[in-house]
């Protein structure tokens, strides 16, 4: 389980990264930006399923053994 949450955490982390890639100082570089909106895509579908995780977590905290 805890291997699971390194993955969770460098996904994560991955993301922010590559989501503020843009601004970082250097030559430009065209894969920047689409590489950006395609973690901030995915950052908003995440957020979209947060009601369905929650919904999700409530019925197994509930569900009788």
Known sequence: ?????????AIIA???LITFYPFFPGEYDRLA????EVAQVFGMVGLLLVPV???WLL?????PS
Not at 1 to 9: A, L, Q, T
Not at 59 to 63: G, S
């Open 1 to 9: 389980m805890g291997i699971h949450f390194v993955r969770i955490g």
């Open 14 to 16: 991955f993301l922010a």
């Open 33 to 36: 930006v689409p590489l950006s």
């Open 53 to 55: 995780g929650l919904v």
């Open 59 to 63: 019925y197994e905290l509930r569900k």
